[in-house]
């Protein structure tokens, strides 16, 4: 098999045949290949689809694409209900303050007592209980802002440092 063309050029036709044929084998292994993937991929297919047809399954898309709009409007409302409870939470009295004393030297069992409970900005009041022979009594001082506007006691300063200085646990 001699061709004239392939002559002038110096070329044997044998090599091109031998050429031809490596190439052969390459796309013969390539196609093996790409068969090998689309089996997969349609065994894949065929479990995902299996027992739904094209309707069924855009309802049942139709259907998590719903659930995950309910989910999300479900996180925005709790999430603002978290914000109004932290804003509730702000103006509670959560820091608190507890002094234990006695009153006067002839009454023992320190059973008079000063308690501070603030918010936190450091507003509340301080609760002093006096207790004596004759009674038990009971004075309430306002606190803005960790100070108080009337002339607090040992006790009360005590039972307010306290409460400024709480850590919630």
């Known amino acids: 098999m001699e061709s004239n063309i392939l002559n002038s050029f110096g070329i044997d036709p044998g090599i091109i045949m031998i050429l031809l044929m ?72 959560n820091k608190i303050g507890i002094v234990k004393y006695d009153a006067f030297p002839d009454v023992g069992g320190k059973l008079s007592f000063a308690l501070a409970m603030l918010d936190e900005s450091n507003s509340g009041f301080v609760l002093n209980a006096i207790h004596s022979r004759e009674g038990c009594y009971t004075y309430v001082k306002e606190i803005v802002k960790g100070e108080s506007y009337i002339v607090l006691g040992q006790e009360e300063k005590d039972a307010l440092r306290q409460a400024v200085n709480y850590i919630a646990k």
Not at 26 to 46: A, D, E, N, Q, T
């Open 22 to 93: 490596i190439l052969m084998v390459f796309v013969l292994l390539y196609l093996i290949r790409v068969s090998m993937k689309l089996s997969r991929f349609l065994k894949r297919y065929r479990i995902f689809m299996r027992g739904k047809d094209a309707v069924s399954l855009e309802k049942a898309f139709a259907q998590k694409f719903l659930e995950v709009d309910k989910l999300v409007e479900l996180s925005k409302n709790q999430a603002l209900e978290i914000s109004r409870m932290k804003e509730a939470l702000a103006k509670t009295a």
